[in-house]
Protein backbone atom coordinates (compact mmCIF):
# COMPACT_ATOMS: atom_id res chain seq x y z
CA UNK A 1 0.00 0.00 0.00
CA UNK A 2 1.14 3.13 -1.04
CA UNK A 3 2.12 6.02 1.80
CA UNK A 4 0.75 9.46 1.70
CA UNK A 5 3.17 12.31 1.29
CA UNK A 6 3.58 16.11 2.82
CA UNK A 7 6.00 17.49 0.49
CA UNK A 8 7.66 20.84 0.93
CA UNK A 9 7.43 22.59 -2.74
CA UNK A 10 9.54 25.77 -1.97
CA UNK A 11 9.37 28.25 -5.27
CA UNK A 12 8.46 27.47 -8.35
CA UNK A 13 12.38 27.48 -9.36
CA UNK A 14 12.61 23.73 -7.92
CA UNK A 15 11.57 22.39 -11.65
CA UNK A 16 14.68 24.15 -13.11
CA UNK A 17 16.87 23.95 -9.80
CA UNK A 18 15.90 20.82 -7.86
CA UNK A 19 18.50 21.72 -5.40
CA UNK A 20 18.79 19.07 -2.58
CA UNK A 21 15.01 18.52 -2.92
CA UNK A 22 15.04 17.23 -6.64
CA UNK A 23 16.82 13.61 -5.62
CA UNK A 24 15.01 12.93 -2.31
CA UNK A 25 12.03 13.65 -4.53
CA UNK A 26 13.27 11.28 -7.45
CA UNK A 27 14.35 8.79 -5.01
CA UNK A 28 11.23 8.51 -2.99
CA UNK A 29 9.12 8.36 -6.13
CA UNK A 30 11.83 5.16 -7.26
CA UNK A 31 11.46 3.34 -4.20
CA UNK A 32 7.35 3.54 -4.11
CA UNK A 33 5.22 0.93 -6.10
CA UNK A 34 4.23 2.60 -9.56
CA UNK A 35 1.24 4.30 -9.31
CA UNK A 36 -2.27 3.94 -10.55
CA UNK A 37 -3.02 8.06 -10.20
CA UNK A 38 -2.39 10.85 -7.72
CA UNK A 39 -4.04 12.89 -5.88
CA UNK A 40 -2.60 16.09 -4.71
CA UNK A 41 -3.99 18.90 -2.08
CA UNK A 42 -1.90 22.15 -3.13
CA UNK A 43 -1.62 25.53 -0.77
CA UNK A 44 -2.08 26.93 -3.91
CA UNK A 45 -5.87 26.31 -4.65
CA UNK A 46 -7.77 28.10 -2.21
CA UNK A 47 -11.22 28.07 -1.94
CA UNK A 48 -14.63 28.25 0.22
CA UNK A 49 -16.02 24.69 -0.63
CA UNK A 50 -14.18 21.60 -1.47
CA UNK A 51 -13.70 21.07 -5.52
CA UNK A 52 -11.52 18.10 -7.56
CA UNK A 53 -10.43 18.51 -10.82
CA UNK A 54 -12.93 17.31 -13.31
CA UNK A 55 -11.01 18.10 -16.74
CA UNK A 56 -9.15 14.70 -18.76
CA UNK A 57 -6.00 16.76 -19.63
CA UNK A 58 -5.55 19.50 -16.94
CA UNK A 59 -3.72 22.38 -18.44
CA UNK A 60 -0.45 23.26 -16.85
CA UNK A 61 -0.69 26.75 -14.89
CA UNK A 62 2.11 29.40 -14.53
CA UNK A 63 0.60 31.02 -11.66
CA UNK A 64 3.57 33.18 -10.44
CA UNK A 65 5.11 36.63 -11.92
CA UNK A 66 8.60 37.18 -12.58
CA UNK A 67 10.46 33.66 -13.03
CA UNK A 68 13.02 33.58 -16.09
CA UNK A 69 11.43 32.68 -19.28
CA UNK A 70 12.41 28.97 -19.10
CA UNK A 71 10.62 27.95 -16.62
CA UNK A 72 7.37 29.44 -18.22
CA UNK A 73 7.93 26.66 -21.18
CA UNK A 74 8.20 23.73 -18.68
CA UNK A 75 4.73 21.64 -19.65
CA UNK A 76 3.26 19.15 -16.87
CA UNK A 77 1.22 17.26 -19.57
CA UNK A 78 -0.67 14.59 -16.94
CA UNK A 79 -3.70 13.40 -17.89
CA UNK A 80 -6.83 13.97 -15.11
CA UNK A 81 -9.48 11.32 -14.27
CA UNK A 82 -12.96 11.94 -14.39
CA UNK A 83 -13.60 8.53 -13.19
CA UNK A 84 -11.27 9.25 -9.73
CA UNK A 85 -12.54 12.62 -9.72
CA UNK A 86 -16.14 11.54 -8.83
CA UNK A 87 -14.88 8.94 -6.56
CA UNK A 88 -13.41 11.37 -4.81
CA UNK A 89 -16.26 13.47 -4.15
CA UNK A 90 -18.07 10.65 -3.66
CA UNK A 91 -15.81 9.58 -0.64
CA UNK A 92 -15.54 12.89 0.91
CA UNK A 93 -20.03 13.14 0.17
CA UNK A 94 -20.06 10.08 2.53
CA UNK A 95 -17.60 11.62 5.24
CA UNK A 96 -20.29 14.32 5.30
CA UNK A 97 -17.95 16.63 2.83
CA UNK A 98 -19.70 17.41 -0.02
CA UNK A 99 -17.45 18.28 -2.86
CA UNK A 100 -17.98 18.87 -6.71
CA UNK A 101 -15.93 18.69 -9.88
CA UNK A 102 -14.58 21.60 -11.76
CA UNK A 103 -13.81 20.47 -15.17
CA UNK A 104 -11.80 23.48 -16.18
CA UNK A 105 -8.90 23.90 -12.93
CA UNK A 106 -5.63 23.66 -14.44
CA UNK A 107 -2.77 22.16 -12.76
CA UNK A 108 -1.26 24.69 -10.47
CA UNK A 109 2.93 25.00 -9.39
CA UNK A 110 1.98 22.88 -5.68
CA UNK A 111 1.09 20.06 -8.04
CA UNK A 112 3.15 19.92 -11.10
CA UNK A 113 6.13 21.33 -9.92
CA UNK A 114 7.14 18.34 -7.04
CA UNK A 115 5.49 15.88 -9.57
CA UNK A 116 7.63 16.84 -12.82
CA UNK A 117 10.92 15.90 -10.42
CA UNK A 118 9.12 12.48 -8.93
CA UNK A 119 7.50 11.69 -12.49
CA UNK A 120 8.93 13.78 -15.18
CA UNK A 121 7.06 11.51 -17.98
CA UNK A 122 3.83 12.73 -16.86
CA UNK A 123 1.82 9.68 -17.20
CA UNK A 124 0.25 8.94 -14.27
CA UNK A 125 -3.37 10.74 -13.85
CA UNK A 126 -3.80 13.35 -11.67
CA UNK A 127 -6.18 14.86 -10.13
CA UNK A 128 -6.12 17.99 -7.57
CA UNK A 129 -8.69 18.70 -4.50
CA UNK A 130 -9.13 22.13 -3.23
CA UNK A 131 -7.82 23.55 0.05
CA UNK A 132 -11.00 25.62 1.85
CA UNK A 133 -8.08 27.43 4.03
CA UNK A 134 -10.75 29.53 6.12
CA UNK A 135 -11.91 26.21 7.71
CA UNK A 136 -8.47 25.03 9.03
CA UNK A 137 -6.53 22.02 10.15
CA UNK A 138 -9.04 20.17 11.42
CA UNK A 139 -11.15 20.31 8.12
CA UNK A 140 -7.93 18.95 5.83
CA UNK A 141 -7.44 16.01 8.52
CA UNK A 142 -11.07 14.63 7.67
CA UNK A 143 -10.22 15.50 4.32
CA UNK A 144 -7.07 12.85 4.24
CA UNK A 145 -9.31 9.86 6.20
CA UNK A 146 -11.56 10.18 3.81
CA UNK A 147 -9.90 9.25 1.03
CA UNK A 148 -7.17 7.54 2.67
CA UNK A 149 -9.17 3.82 1.52
CA UNK A 150 -7.59 5.12 -2.15
CA UNK A 151 -3.90 3.98 -0.76
CA UNK A 152 -5.35 0.47 -0.71
CA UNK A 153 -6.04 0.70 -4.47
CA UNK A 154 -2.68 2.32 -5.64
CA UNK A 155 -3.20 5.88 -5.33
CA UNK A 156 -1.09 8.05 -3.93
CA UNK A 157 -2.34 10.84 -2.26
CA UNK A 158 0.10 14.15 -1.69
CA UNK A 159 -0.07 17.01 0.19
CA UNK A 160 1.72 19.91 -0.90
CA UNK A 161 2.78 23.03 1.00
CA UNK A 162 5.56 24.09 2.97
CA UNK A 163 6.66 23.41 6.58
CA UNK A 164 7.74 27.23 7.07
CA UNK A 165 6.47 29.52 4.59
CA UNK A 166 7.14 33.23 5.55
CA UNK A 167 8.34 34.68 2.05
CA UNK A 168 8.68 38.56 3.88
CA UNK A 169 12.13 37.47 6.04
CA UNK A 170 13.54 34.86 3.66
CA UNK A 171 17.28 35.85 3.56
CA UNK A 172 17.67 35.67 -0.54
CA UNK A 173 21.48 35.71 -0.20
CA UNK A 174 21.57 33.11 2.48
CA UNK A 175 23.76 30.02 2.13
CA UNK A 176 22.52 26.49 2.25
CA UNK A 177 23.83 25.94 5.62
CA UNK A 178 22.24 29.28 6.91
CA UNK A 179 18.94 28.36 9.04
CA UNK A 180 17.10 30.66 11.01
CA UNK A 181 16.87 29.56 14.93
CA UNK A 182 12.90 30.66 14.77
CA UNK A 183 12.02 28.55 11.74
CA UNK A 184 14.63 25.38 13.15
CA UNK A 185 11.98 25.94 16.33
CA UNK A 186 8.84 25.62 14.67
CA UNK A 187 10.03 22.58 12.33
CA UNK A 188 11.48 20.33 15.01
CA UNK A 189 8.51 20.93 17.32
CA UNK A 190 6.25 20.35 14.68
CA UNK A 191 8.71 17.09 13.58
CA UNK A 192 8.59 16.08 17.20
CA UNK A 193 4.44 16.24 17.61
CA UNK A 194 4.50 14.18 14.39
CA UNK A 195 6.55 11.92 15.52
CA UNK A 196 4.35 11.00 19.22
CA UNK A 197 1.58 11.31 16.91
CA UNK A 198 0.15 14.20 19.20
CA UNK A 199 -2.96 15.14 16.97
CA UNK A 200 -4.15 17.63 19.46
CA UNK A 201 -1.09 20.03 19.48
CA UNK A 202 -0.87 19.79 15.63
CA UNK A 203 -4.62 21.12 15.36
CA UNK A 204 -3.61 23.66 18.01
CA UNK A 205 -0.24 24.27 16.44
CA UNK A 206 -0.82 28.12 15.80
CA UNK A 207 -1.24 28.87 19.95
CA UNK A 208 1.31 25.92 21.03
CA UNK A 209 4.06 25.69 18.71
CA UNK A 210 7.11 28.40 19.03
CA UNK A 211 6.78 30.93 16.27
CA UNK A 212 3.88 29.45 14.65
CA UNK A 213 2.95 33.05 13.37
CA UNK A 214 6.46 33.69 12.11
CA UNK A 215 6.90 30.91 10.42
CA UNK A 216 3.17 31.12 8.67
CA UNK A 217 1.48 34.05 8.70
CA UNK A 218 -1.10 32.34 6.99
CA UNK A 219 -1.59 28.68 7.37
CA UNK A 220 -2.31 27.44 3.94
CA UNK A 221 0.97 26.11 3.44
CA UNK A 222 1.08 24.03 6.33
CA UNK A 223 -2.88 23.08 6.20
CA UNK A 224 -1.45 19.95 3.01
CA UNK A 225 0.50 18.37 6.18
CA UNK A 226 -2.88 17.71 8.44
CA UNK A 227 -4.41 16.18 4.49
CA UNK A 228 -1.43 14.05 4.38
CA UNK A 229 -1.40 12.73 7.94
CA UNK A 230 -5.39 12.57 8.17
CA UNK A 231 -4.28 9.74 4.87
CA UNK A 232 -1.68 8.11 6.24
CA UNK A 233 -0.37 6.36 9.19
CA UNK A 234 3.19 6.22 10.61
CA UNK A 235 5.36 8.85 10.18
CA UNK A 236 8.28 9.08 8.70
CA UNK A 237 11.09 11.78 7.58
CA UNK A 238 12.51 11.18 3.64
CA UNK A 239 13.94 15.23 3.43
CA UNK A 240 15.08 17.95 5.73
CA UNK A 241 16.67 21.11 4.74
CA UNK A 242 16.13 25.19 4.17
CA UNK A 243 16.45 27.43 1.74
CA UNK A 244 16.80 31.06 1.77
CA UNK A 245 17.54 30.77 5.79
CA UNK A 246 14.02 30.18 6.37
CA UNK A 247 12.18 28.29 3.62
CA UNK A 248 11.40 24.93 4.91
CA UNK A 249 11.87 21.87 2.52
CA UNK A 250 10.70 19.20 4.77
CA UNK A 251 9.68 15.77 2.99
CA UNK A 252 7.31 13.65 5.24
CA UNK A 253 6.01 9.83 4.49
CA UNK A 254 2.46 8.60 6.07
CA UNK A 255 2.42 4.87 6.12
Known sequence: MLPSLFISHGSPMLALHPGASGPALTGLANALAQPKAIVVVSAHWESRELVVTGSKQPETWHDFHGFPPALYAVQYPAPGEP???????ALLGAAGLPARTDTHRPFDHGAWVPLSLMYPSANIP???V???SQQGPALQLQVGQALAELRQQGVLLIGSGSITHNLGELDWHAGP???EPWALAFRDWVVQRLAEDDRA???????????AVRNHPSDEHLLPLF???GAGGGFG???????LGALGMDIYRFD
Open 201 to 211: ALLDYRRQAPF
Open 83 to 89: ALAAQVC
Open 227 to 229: FAL
Open 130 to 132: SLP
Open 177 to 179: DAI
Open 237 to 243: VVHQGFT
Open 126 to 128: VIQ
